[in-house]
């Protein structure tokens, strides 16, 4: 079971890294998923991900205390919104495609600016 947890971690980490560059991904969910699978599969990676430079500090934020940095909800919040007014807009996107991934957005944005932000 830790293998899979430890798979999956490294899935999130990497949907969370490619999300810093697409606007279609949210990152800051994917690597609180990431810091989650690893505290269950593999402590050193845990410990890794909550020394990274950039995301580390706002990972030890959430692991500790529950809590998303407002900058990094303005964040979140402008590239969801971004994502979803480009998804809207194209007509090339099938609608299909454009109702689940619009549903999806609209719940990491939900999630992202409900939690607690009070550093």
């Known amino acids: 079971m830790k293998l899979v947890l430890f798979v999956f971690g490294w ?3 990497a949907l969370g890294i490619i999300g810093a560059f ?3 991904i949210p990152t800051t969910p994917f690597l609180i998923l990431s810091a989650f699978l690893f505290s269950k599969s593999s402590p050193r990676f845990h410990q890794w991900l909550l020394d990274l430079p950039l995301a580390g500090e ?3 934020d959430w692991n500790d205390n529950k809590v998303i940095r407002p900058r990094a909800k303005i964040l979140c919040a402008l590239m969801i919104l ?3 007014i ?3 807009l194209n007509p090339i996107i099938p609608v299909y495609v454009k109702v ?3 549903i999806i957005l609209t719940s990491v944005l939900v999630f992202v600016t409900t939690r607690n932000s009070h550093l």
């Open 11 to 13: 899935v999130a980490f």
């Open 22 to 24: 697409l606007p279609v």
């Open 58 to 60: 706002g990972l030890k």
């Open 82 to 84: 971004g994502s979803m």
């Open 86 to 88: 480009f998804i809207a």
């Open 100 to 102: 689940p991934v619009v």
